[in-house]
């Protein structure tokens, strides 16, 4: 599965796209055509939708991964995925898997593999307990927002790379 990544570049503002079909997203670097755009933003399981949205047209589909269940949702076409924790590098698998075009855009992110020794993450996040720490117990509040790595729970769990 290939997916065109970009990495380091700021989104600078969604736009109607040509004929007044889906949208163009302007970034640095150029701008990118899509029929659906998907802002998957937010910290520790709270969704968070940026301001920005508010000004975007309303005729333009938003939704917050905390909404998504599938691809049917969606209307046909192209979809650009805004962010990359968990949830946006699922989706956009799940869409790619689909047979749709996604585009995800993402600041740096983290890469860790899905088995080590023969067991799952998971196993290795509980047996140290990192699986329990709250942000309380980080030396650094600010560590929340550090880049983690991607896994995904399909098929059995398995490694994504961007």
Excluded: C
Aim: hydrophobic share 35%; charged share 15%.
């Amino acid at each position: 599965m290939n997916l065109p990544v970009r990495t380091g570049v700021n989104v600078t503002g969604i736009s109607t796209g040509p004929g007044g079909k889906g949208f163009e997203v302007k970034a640095e670097g150029g701008s990118y055509q899509a029929a659906n755009v998907v802002v998957a933003s937010g910290a520790m399981q709270t969704p968070h939708t940026p301001t920005v949205s508010k000004e975007l047209p309303s005729w333009l589909d938003q939704m917050h991964t905390a909404a998504y269940r599938n691809p049917d949702q969606l209307k046909p076409g192209g979809v650009l995925i805004i962010g990359s924790a968990q949830s946006g590098v699922q989706i956009a698998e799940e869409l790619i898997e689909a047979g749709r075009p996604v585009y995800l855009y993402t600041s740096k992110v983290g890469r860790s593999i899905r088995q080590y020794r023969g067991r799952d993450v998971l196993y290795w996040g509980t047996a140290t307990g990192n699986l329990y720490q709250t942000v309380a117990d980080l030396e650094d509040p600010n560590m929340q927002f550090a880049a983690q790595g991607q896994v995904s729970g399909t098929r059995g769990g398995h490694t994504i790379s961007l």
